[in-house]
């Protein structure tokens, strides 16, 4: 019989839970103070706790700090008036499983998330790797940094790192925050392969690539005959990720209609494949990420808060590279050295004017654009240093990029949209003639998404393949 302890200062909300929980058949303890609470927690193993937030002498959320403390694996509840952003995330992070809104909407609604904790508990308890000690944990840890190339010394690289641990040890939800090209995904994967699921699968799809359909499609897999040319059944990537996690790259490009399923297997833990009826359970870590500012989005009505509350339960923000130039050095050495080693070369360093010159670029492109420099550097040079006139010509002379002197207009009347239409061809030439071809680096250089620049290119009869250099040295 589970064992449950009501914490809440107000008797009558007491009274009730004790008799529907007892109605249920659970072993139920009371009391109306936080620190009775923690002397009952001290004396008996109680399976879980359901406290109010708001107390006299100690909040609900001090109280599960302190009730952790004494037991982490206990399941924790939150009872509130006053349902926030705030509140879920701060509760969330310090280990509480869920909270229940005052007054309650049903008996029904209490049932569900009792039972429902009651279950992921029982299945951790059976089913979960053996936690690794201190010393194995920060092994684990730094093998995953080092397998996923996250390399830096400044103070906010640190910091990451030390997130990434942190995070890893949790089973919560996490939101990755950063510019893109920072290294979103490679995080994403540290997590993973620092963390209890590590053994699990990781499965990766960026929302931002596919339109709706699709997706859903991709996320969830679909039955024999759900749409035309859906030949076979196929599993979606919730299911593949089963006993792992899921990487959700661009979350914030994903339509309203595909935000509310997303929320409902957050919530639910299962989905429906297109064409079935028989939900399917789902047992995942969501890794999230996102390069827009989604609280903007909230505001804009492009993004449901309510998504928002789910993924952002701890939250990892990544630097771009302008903001860590104490890593650039650094970065491009590990880079040389690996490109080196791929081309078989024998280029140990770069010279003092090459350094200098990354060190002064401003990285619109980020890490990537960074790797991408130093490959294309490799690939051409033909002594043991890399030098300065190996580098891209935009890394060289950036602001020979942007044009100094306002286009010439003609004096009289003239075709509007075909002028736009020419100085938009002109600057994306211009960025796919700077990047060698490469739209990614340019999408980031023109500040469009890549879905967007392809869109351009098509539209504008632009051919991406001519401004693709030979790395071939005679």
Request: glycine share 6%.
């Amino acid at each position: 019989m589970p064992s449950i302890l009501l914490v809440d200062d107000e008797p009558d909300i007491l009274e009730f839970l004790e008799q529907y929980l007892q109605d249920m058949g659970m072993d139920v303890s009371t009391t109306t103070s936080a620190q009775d609470a923690l002397q009952q927690l001290r004396k008996k193993s109680f399976d879980m706790v359901i406290s109010d937030i708001r107390m006299p002498e100690m909040s609900g959320v001090e109280l599960l700090k302190e009730t952790k403390k004494l037991t982490p694996d206990i399941i924790f509840i939150l009872i509130t008036a006053h349902a926030s952003l705030e509140t879920a995330i701060d509760a969330q992070q310090h280990g509480a499983y869920g909270y229940l809104t005052k007054p309650f909407k049903s008996k029904e609604e209490v049932r569900q998330l009792v039972l429902k904790a009651l279950e992921k508990r029982t299945y951790k308890a059976e089913q979960a790797p053996k936690r690794h000690t201190d010393a194995q944990q920060s092994q684990v840890l730094f093998q995953a940094l080092h397998k996923n190339q996250i390399v830096g010394r400044s103070q906010k690289m640190l910091e990451v790192c030390h997130a990434i641990g942190t995070v890893a040890a949790t089973d919560s939800t996490v939101l990755i925050n950063g510019e893109s090209g920072t290294g979103k995904e490679l995080v994403a994967r540290a997590i993973h392969e620092a963390s209890p699921r590590q053994a699990g699968p990781f499965v990766s799809i960026n929302c931002g690539a596919f339109p709706e359909t699709l997706l859903e499609s991709e996320l969830f897999g679909y039955l024999k005959g759900a749409f035309t040319g859906a030949n076979a059944n196929k599993k979606g990537l919730f299911e593949t990720a089963g006993g792992g996690s899921i990487f959700l790259d661009e979350i914030g490009e994903t339509t309203l209609p595909m935000q509310v399923k997303l929320l409902r297997v957050l919530q639910e833990r299962k989905f429906r494949p297109l064409g079935g009826t028989a939900e399917v359970a789902v047992d995942v870590r969501v890794i999230a990420a996102t390069n827009r500012d989604l609280k903007g989005a909230i505001h804009q009505g492009q993004f449901r808060d309510d998504l928002y509350y789910r993924i952002a339960v701890i939250t990892i923000e990544l630097p771009a590279l302008r903001e860590r130039a104490e890593d650039i050095e650094l970065l491009a050495l590990h880079f040389l050295r690996q490109y080196a080693e791929r081309a078989r070369k024998n280029i140990s360093s770069i010279s003092p004017e090459a350094l200098r010159c990354l060190q002064s670029y401003s990285w619109p492109g980020n890490i990537r654009e960074l790797e991408n420099s130093i490959e294309r550097a490799v690939a051409l040079e033909t002594t043991e240093v890399i030098e300065f006139d190996r580098l891209p010509e935009v890394v060289r002379n950036p602001h020979a990029f942007v044009p100094r002197e306002r286009a010439e207009t003609p004096d009289g009347p003239f075709d509007l949209e075909a002028y736009l239409r020419t100085v938009e061809k002109d600057l994306i030439c211009k960025a796919l003639e700077h990047t060698d071809g490469n739209q990614t680096l340019a999408a980031e250089y023109l500040k469009l998404t890549k879905p967007s620049l392809r869109h351009r290119i098509q539209t504008l009869g632009i051919d991406p393949i001519r401004f693709k250099r030979s790395t071939a040295v005679s």
